[in-house]
């Protein structure tokens, strides 16, 4: 059998091979050359070499992990994701004399096991690491934000360290590994167009850098997504969109000419864009794949202001977030043409004239546009590349007439006369006919204009009939290629088998799930898993090949158990009630998912989205622990090394910190911290490619801080004064009355008080998840009132209390705010005049049954 070889980390043992006992003195194992994924021959793939660097020879099974953490990420992410069956990948283990990287600015001791590489024990930049590839952080040793890493000269000292060539270089190591080791077995050579690098080093610390050798952290939270980004720069010809070129620098705008990249421009009106036909244009007004709308967004190109990008997020602005149209647009169109070779690899048959020999069999495949002359009566056939959830167009045509759809042609039934000529047309619809994913009708296949009509998505096939007649092949039954069977399959996905081609018949296709035929009258090399709606559960597919009496068969195993994305969210201050679970919370909060799947021992993608705001991957928090540190929200971020992380602010999840800071004047400037209510939904996305149903909750982000209590009260309480400090009521009965005296301050939560509450002249109240009886009378508060998730069964009054805002940036741009009452409920009537600004809610109303008079009378 002629089966395409299929590897994955499971079935190799990849993720459960033991450590070896690590001695320095040990001479090193010679690099180890492992398949991943092979879809087919790598002179018709994209073929992805992940190296290792800086794993000593007992961190071996840490580098298997992050390969495949790298690459479920990448799997789960479009257009990988659709077009998997693509990309041939391989690791490569290479064990080095010193683990880390050289010139590391965070560099961590090693643990003692070698698998911990965030041990919280700093050992600072070292210059002198001997690691098999050199790799080093550009002036990483002086600059402590330094974040490019590339293959480095040799290391200090070199001469007195062990190995082969102890004093190459980092390219002449990575040229070396590749000649010798991966070359042999890809069969291409190392300078082959269609053969992308992959460099891991080994540290918790960020950072990366992209071209066709592209290097990525292996231990940073972050590290899978500096993959994806710099192979957009490097597969993709993506420029950066990150409004920065040292991220702690504020550049002046850009005032250039239009610029290169065809997803930035100097361009400042959406419909002279469009009068103009450039570039994006199509996309404008389109819902984003990254969050909000296509448009024209300020900052990009490295520069805050001047130029502008087609979204607001996207993978090559801000790590996290998928690609947006635009640049999803170009990355198939440079996986499907092959990266630079421009051209959709179609496999197909070879013009043969006929033979007495009846054994004959055609010869296997033609990658040229006109293939001669066939036999009238044989039988033509095209192979393509199988996206995993939509299926190519097969157009076959003689005389302008269609004569046929579908992957063969059997002239005999044709009936065409000799000197026809045959044609069959090879179509990935990708257009706004098909998925729309491509828009540019143009049939060019350069690098920034590869249009749908192009040879990058169309190949066409000729043949000429000839007078003779095609024998018989001998019987044979075979499977030549089919989707990956090293793994599960997808409950959405087309699963594909390709066969052998008899010179004069189609050999017979036939399915069964779960061991019951389905039905295929169309001899179909492909079945839509989506269509049959199966249970939830695993279940087998087959696929069985059969030619005259042989047979051939494979099989798989559907995973149709979606997986999920548990989450646990930080105490809140109270929680609303209702059928979405809605916390609420001063400034922020934290959040973890665990992403989780019924197949073990594979790396399962957790993603969250804000606001609607595009879906952004879940991978804990820069440069904290993994996998125990929580992603924290909060309304202005948290800043990480010059970047802000988790803002709910104005400008989504990330930022440059200094985006936060400028004039309210400048083009990129306004920044308004993100107090209010919000919606986040969370999922899980599997390695087999399903993606889990979304859960979702909505959390309230008020400003503010609770004081310190200095008396603190629970359980059965008579009366109550807060006479002086802050006094807390903390799940506590009150009979009778609250009385709060001036300066004084009241916070109370998940209490019940069922007497009157009057408090005049105090310094706070706070009221969070109680419920209040009798009247509730709040007036001269000097400081703050913050009332959240509680109930008023009688009257509520706030008048003349002086609202200071905790911060000053949200003031001045977004407006004053008085009195918080958020998510509450007021049975009485509620009163309110006289306060410093108007009772705000920030996004949570309160449901007031009774009259509401004053200022409240409208709300």
């Not at 003779?468 to 409950?491: C, D, F, K, M, N």
């Not at 068969?553 to 158990?561: G, L, Q």
Request: include cysteine; charged fraction near 20%.
């Amino acid at each position: 059998m002629r089966r395409i070889l299929v590897a994955a980390f499971l079935s190799l043992g990849l993720l459960a091979t033991p450590s070896i006992a690590y001695a320095a003195a040990d001479p090193l194992p010679a690099p180890k050359v492992t398949p991943i994924q092979v879809t087919g021959p790598a002179a018709e793939r994209l073929n992805l070499v992940i190296l290792g660097d800086g794993y000593q020879a007992d961190q071996q099974s840490l580098f298997r992990a992050d390969v495949d953490r790298n690459l479920a990420v990448m799997w789960a992410t479009e257009p990988f994701r659709s077009y998997r069956d693509y990309v041939n990948v391989y690791a490569v283990e290479v064990a080095s004399n010193d683990y880390g990287v050289r010139c590391d600015p965070d560099g961590r001791v090693r643990h003692p096991d070698g698998t911990i590489r965030d041990t919280g024990e700093r050992e600072g930049p070292i210059d002198t690491k001997d690691t098999a590839l050199r790799m080093i952080f550009q002036n990483g040793c002086a600059d402590p934000l330094a974040r490019g890493v590339v293959y480095g000269g040799a290391p200090v000292g070199c001469e007195s360290n062990p190995g082969p060539a102890p004093c190459e270089t980092g390219n002449q190591a990575l040229n070396r590994i590749v000649d010798t080791y991966v070359a042999p077995a890809l069969g291409i050579p190392r300078t082959a167009q269609n053969l992308q690098t992959l460099a891991i080093f080994n540290t918790f610390t960020y950072g990366g850098i992209g071209g066709t050798q592209a290097t990525t952290s292996g231990g940073s939270p972050q590290g899978p997504l500096i993959s994806l980004h710099e192979i957009g720069h490097s597969l993709g010809t993506l420029a950066d969109e990150y409004p920065y070129s040292s991220r702690d620098v504020v550049r002046p705008c850009y005032t250039g000419p239009e610029p290169g990249s065809f997803h930035h421009t100097v361009y400042t009106d959406e419909q002279q864009m469009i009068a103009d036909q450039h570039k994006w244009f199509r996309w404008l007004g389109e819902e984003s794949l990254s969050g909000g709308r296509i448009g024209l967004h300020e900052s990009g190109g490295t520069y805050p202001c001047g130029q502008r990008r087609p979204s607001e997020h996207s993978m090559m602005r801000w790590l996290g977030f998928d690609w947006d149209q635009i640049g999803r647009e170009n990355m198939v169109a440079r996986i499907t043409g092959l990266r630079n070779a421009g051209q959709m690899v179609v496999r197909s048959t070879q013009a043969a004239q006929p033979t007495k020999d009846k054994n004959a069999i055609m010869p296997l495949a033609s990658l040229g546009h006109d293939a001669g002359t066939v036999p009238r009566d044989s039988v033509l056939w095209v192979e393509a590349g199988r996206p995993r959830n939509h299926t190519l167009d097969f157009t076959w045509r003689a005389g302008g007439n269609v004569i046929g759809t579908g992957q063969n042609l059997d002239l005999g039934l044709a009936g065409l006369t000799p000197g026809t000529v045959v044609q069959v047309e090879v179509r990935d619809p990708v257009g706004p006919d098909g998925i729309d994913w491509v828009r540019n009708p143009s049939a060019n296949n350069a690098a920034a204009d590869s249009g749908f009509n192009g040879p990058r998505f169309v190949q066409t096939r000729s043949w000429t009939v000839g007078p003779g007649y095609a024998l018989p092949s001998r019987p044979a039954a075979e499977v030549t290629a089919s989707t990956i069977t090293g793994q599960p399959v997808a409950r959405d996905e087309i699963v594909f088998v390709e066969t052998n081609h008899p010179a004069d018949r189609i050999a017979r296709v036939s399915w069964a799930l779960d061991g019951r035929p389905v039905a295929n009258p169309a001899n179909s090399r492909t079945l839509d898993l989506g269509a049959k709606r199966l249970p939830e559960g695993n279940h087998t597919l087959t696929a069985t090949v059969t030619d005259r009496g042989t047979t051939d068969s494979v099989s798989w195993t559907i995973d149709n158990t979606p997986p999920t994305a548990a989450r646990t969210l930080s105490a809140p201050l109270t929680t609303l009630p209702g059928r979405v679970e809605h916390p609420v919370y001063f400034d922020g909060w934290d959040m973890w998912l665990a992403p989780a799947d019924d197949q073990p021992g594979r790396y399962v993608v957790g993603q969250f989205r804000l606001d609607g705001d595009g879906w952004f991957n879940y991978f804990g928090f820069p440069e904290r622990p993994m996998p125990d540190s929580p992603f924290h929200f909060s309304h202005s971020g948290t800043v990480v090394k010059a970047l802000t992380y988790g803002n709910l602010g104005t400008g989504g999840l990330s930022r440059a910190a200094f985006e936060q800071t400028l004039p309210d004047d400048h083009p990129a400037g306004g920044f308004v911290p993100g107090f209010g209510t919000h919606t986040v939904e969370h999922r899980a996305i599997d390695p087999a490619g399903n993606i889990g149903p979304a859960g979702s909750y909505r959390a309230t982000v008020l400003p503010g801080a609770a004081p310190a209590c200095t008396t603190t009260l629970t359980g059965k309480q008579s009366t109550v004064v807060a006479a002086t400090g802050v006094t807390c009521l903390t799940d506590a009965q009150v009979r009778g009355a609250v009385t709060v005296r001036p300066s004084a301050s009241l916070v109370v939560r998940d209490s019940r008080i069922a007497g009157a509450v009057n408090a005049s002249g105090a310094a706070a109240v706070q009221i969070f998840g109680s419920t209040l009886v009798g009247a509730v009378r709040i007036t001269g508060t000097t400081r703050d009132v913050t009332i959240a998730g509680a109930t008023f069964k009688g009257a509520l009054a706030l008048r003349d209390n002086t609202q200071v805002t905790s911060n000053e940036r949200f003031t001045r741009l977004a407006g004053a705010y008085g009195p918080i009452l958020s998510g509450s409920r007021v049975t009485g009537t509620l009163t309110c005049s006289g306060n410093s600004a108007k009772v705000a809610d920030f996004g949570a109303p309160t449901v007031v049954t009774g009259t509401r008079t004053g200022d409240c009378a409208g709300a």
